[in-house]
């Protein structure tokens, strides 16, 4: 096994998820991604990786526009206030 750190269970990790809970975010089965966290990286599919990525890049953007939206009510409150 390489020194880096099989995507999926570092991903897994990350996210305070079982591998259960990350399969059904991106498709696959607990069990297929339990089976692959044991192994190399060379050895999960593009698919995977990819449906990782994806998921990864969907969470980063729901927490941003969580951000922009507080942001435009503390706007909307600002300039309430000044009316």
Do not use: C, P
Request: glycine share 4%; hydrophobic share 35%; proline share 0%.
């Amino acid at each position: 096994m390489s020194n880096e750190q099989n995507l999926i269970k570092k991903t897994a990790k990350e996210l305070r998820m079982t591998y259960k809970e990350l399969g059904e975010a991106i498709g696959y089965s607990g069990d297929s991604l339990n089976n692959m966290a044991s192994k190399d990286n060379s050895t999960i599919s593009n698919q995977i990786k990819k449906a990782i990525e994806l998921y990864l890049e969907n969470l980063d953007l729901k927490k941003r526009l969580e951000d922009y939206s507080i942001l435009k009510n503390a706007l909307k409150n600002i300039v309430k206030e000044d009316f």
